[in-house]
Antibody, heavy 125, light 108 residues
Framework: QVQLEESGPGLVKPSQTLSLTCTVAGGSISSGKYYWNWIRQSPGKGLEWIGYIYYSGSTYYNPSLKSRVSISMDASKNQFSLNLNSVAAADTAVYYC?????????????????WGQGTLVTVSS | DIQMTQSPSSLSASVGDRVTITCQASRDISNYLNWYQQKPGKAPKLLIFDASNLGTGVPSRFSGSGSGTDFTFSISSLQPEDIARYYCQGYDHVPPEITFGPGTKVDI
């Protein structure tokens, strides 16, 4: 059974960088052709996909956040991480990490089958 | 970008009723469509993938259909534990993208 768990600060000041880590248990993030995703959920915008890192290390980001986001992985710790810089109040949300399976079309992310429990990050001074 | 819409935004039904939710994509996404259930304070759970395939361990009262731009999600006999918000999620590969619908709240 794959399990994911988010960790990181629950409070970030405006203009600073939000940093979260997702620790994966029950499977290696660097083997198996899975996509490791970050998704956030705020009352105002619903569920918003942030981006993914593929098991090979390649990344893709939501164009609306691309200029501020980076996702990286540490295979030795079986973790992947999110950095979102220049945060503002609109970035306040519950942040989830999730595993994506390959979709029908080559290069696509299909269903997100395992999720972390989510972590609330508040942006406030 | 793919835009996803859902209707209704909320519904109330009785135990045993058939419940249907519709989802529309802004362009043809073939059957690149998933459905999730989210209960308060919990992460979403994958119920249906690729429009009509039942997720692992998901009860058979849940089903999905559709292709192109129009999709349907159904619960054949609503149970008390089905109270939740349901989201459709479209995806594509060129470029890679994942977009969620706004959700439908189901109450009894």
């Amino acid at each position: 059974q794959v399990q994911l768990e988010e960790s990181g600060p629950g409070l970030v000041k405006p203009s600073q960088t939000l940093s979260l880590t997702c620790t994966v248990a029950g499977g290696s993030i660097s083997s198996g052709k899975y996509y490791w995703n970050w998704i956030r959920q705020s009352p105002g915008k619903g569920l918003e996909w942030i981006g993914y890192i593929y098991y090979s290390g390649s990344t893709y980001y939501n164009p609306s956040l691309k200029s501020r986001v980076s996702i990286s992985m540490d295979a030795s710790k079986n973790q992947f991480s999110l950095n979102l810089n220049s945060v503002a109040a609109a970035d306040t949300a519950v942040y989830y990490c999730a595993r994506g399976v390959p979709g029908i079309a080559a290069g696509s992310v299909g269903g997100l089958d395992y999720w972390g429990q989510g972590t609330l990050v508040t942006v406030s001074s | 970008d793919i835009q996803m819409t859902q209707s209704p935004s909320s519904l109330s039904a009785s135990v045993g009723d058939r419940v249907t939710i519709t989802c529309q994509a802004s362009r043809d996404i073939s059957n690149y469509l998933n459905w999730y259930q989210q209960k308060p304070g919990k992460a979403p759970k994958l119920l249906i993938f690729d429009a009509s395939n039942l997720g692992t361990g998901v009860p058979s009262r849940f089903s999905g259909s559709g292709s192109g731009t129009d999709f349907t999600f159904s619960i054949s006999s609503l149970q008390p534990e089905d109270i939740a918000r349901y989201y459709c999620q479209g995806y594509d590969h060129v470029p890679p993208e994942i977009t969620f619908g706004p959700g439908t709240k189901v109450d009894i």
